[in-house]
Structures are given as C-alpha cells and as structure tokens.
C-alpha cells in the first residue's frame, strides 16, 4: 500500500474461484482462488483504474479531483470504500461515473499476505 503516490486501493471483498465481490458488484479476476477464509481484501494501484464507458461498470461516487500537472488523481467512493483513480491530463471524468479494473494488474491478499492465483481450466 505504501509505495507510490497515492497507494495501492485496498478493498475488501468476498473472493470465489475467479470472482470478487465488493458490496453488490462482480469482477472477474484472471485466475482463480480456493477456500479464502480470515481478512481478504482486493488491492489495485490506481493507475490500472479506469473510467468505463460500457454499461457493465462499476458506479462509483466522486469525491474530489486533485490536478498534479500530468495527471490527475480522482478520489471516489466504491460501495462505501474510498479508491483513487489515475487519469492522465487530458482525460475527463464522465457525468455518471463508472470504473473498471485491469485484471491482470488485480492482487488478492488474505489475512494482508499476497495469494497467488491458481490457473484457470481451458473449461472455465
């Protein structure tokens, strides 16, 4: 979380298999996971947070936008949870606000320790 400006987004959700769950939303992870039990929490960088323009997003709320020169760091809310988006300086944030992650960019932590995914089946 403490390396970078601003940190790692830190959320906590319910992981199964190649699905995480945050309050009523699903995001489909890249490999899946088995029998999490304890603290689990999903952690994403900002800078791999966009803005959607699908229907499929995830809503968040805007809280404020600070400009730092080149980019511009959004703070929002995500089911209640705070999360920071990265956008670039000329990106603009849309009037209904909707998020996706990069997937690939996506770390499960377990009781604050990094999992590592498990191989998804050609099947799934």
């Known amino acids: 979380y403490f390396i970078g400006s601003p940190g790692m987004n830190i959320l906590p959700a319910e992981v199964m298999d190649n699905k995480a769950t945050i309050g009523s939303n699903v995001i489909e992870l890249k ?12 952690g994403i960088r900002p800078e791999f947070v ?10 968040v709320e805007i809280d404020s936008v600070e400009d730092i020169g080149r980019f511009k760091i959004v703070r929002a809310k995500l089911e209640g949870n705070k999360i920071n988006i990265m956008l670039n300086e000329g990106e603009s944030i849309p009037s209904s606000p909707k998020i996706q992650f990069d997937t690939s960019q996506i770390h ?17």
């Open 31 to 42: 490999g899946g996971y088995e029998d999490l039990l304890g603290k689990i929490e999903l």
């Open 50 to 59: 966009s803005f959607s323009d699908s229907i499929s997003g995830t809503p």
């Open 108 to 124: 499960i932590y377990q009781d604050d320790h990094l999992i590592q995914p498990q191989a998804l089946s050609k099947g799934e």
